[in-house]
């Protein structure tokens, strides 16, 4: 069995046998950054916030996934939501494709409705499942019925990126021109974007972080952080989300590159089972 994901996952590796990433793609007119193992994330940052001009991003193409699934018998793949990515399509089309040659092969696509560190919790439950010795169908129908189970709740200093490439309002991302002012916000259900609030400074940004979990139905079980070059704001939320939640299953990843690039410098992630 061979686990597949987008790099919007922000994992370079995972604890099953076979996983593999395919990456997306960060554009300027000047320059392209894939995002894989190559990518230097702190030089394509400082890049983009010197950059004056248009930035944008692009999903894996139909033949990028097609050569992953190749010498796999069983395939799940996780991909950024459809709502936001082509991503997911592509992998549509390349497992449509790829059955057409290989009849034989079994393969799901998965729609996580997420990105980053609420995907990372998918794939984590995924690799779980599938060396459970379970088959196939099986694990397809639980990691399914386990997606309508975690949150994602996010603070960022900056949604340029994200209004500049129509993921959020040019409204919601000038609410951000006060110094030291992070936008809260969620994932909907259907897997877009939603600002709930705002807050003033690290430390409150990240106690609204741990409030907003508390009232989505957190009571303790696997979470996941996720930040760009914000490892104390990241140590801050585990610490505080442990003072309440003492046995808490809790990781802390730096973003890759295609969230880096929308989650910005100072972003930070949570996404938790409910």
């Known amino acids: 069995m061979r686990i ?77 939501t459809s709502a936001l990515s082509g991503s997911y399509n592509s992998a549509v089309l390349a497992a449509q494709m790829y059955r057409e040659e290989h009849p034989e092969v079994k393969i799901s696509v998965i729609d996580s409705l997420s990105t980053g560190a609420e995907e990372a919790l998918l794939l984590y439950k995924l690799a779980e499942l599938a060396g459970s010795g379970l088959p196939f169908e099986a694990v397809d129908e639980k990691i399914r019925a386990y997606l309508k189970r975690s949150r994602l709740f996010f603070s960022f200093f900056s949604l340029h990126n994200l209004s500049q490439n129509g993921r959020v309002s040019k409204a919601a991302a000038a609410a951000l021109c006060m110094l030291n002012i ?24 990240m106690h609204r972080l741990l409030s907003e979990i508390k009232n989505a139905g957190y009571s303790g079980g696997r979470a996941v952080i996720t930040h760009v070059e914000s490892e104390d704001a990241a140590a801050l939320l585990k610490e505080e989300v442990l003072k309440e939640y003492p046995g808490a299953d809790l990781r ?13 410098r100072g972003g930070v992630v949570i996404s938790c089972e409910i």
């Open 4 to 80: 597949i994901a987008d790099s919007s996952c922000d994992l370079y590796s995972l604890d099953f046998p076979d996983f593999r990433t395919v990456p997306l793609t960060v554009y300027t007119d000047e320059k392209s950054f894939t995002d894989d193992t190559s990518l230097n994330i702190k030089e394509m940052l400082d890049y983009l916030a010197a950059y004056k001009g248009r930035s944008y991003t692009s999903c894996p193409s139909a033949d990028a996934w097609m050569s992953a699934f190749e010498g796999a018998s069983e395939i799940f793949v996780s991909t950024v």
């Open 182 to 205: 992070s936008v809260i916000g969620t994932a909907s259900p259907e897997g877009k974007i939603s600002v709930t609030g705002k807050a003033r400074g690290e430390r409150k940004s």
């Open 252 to 264: 802390i990843l730096p973003a890759r590159g295609l969230c880096s690039y929308y989650m910005e």
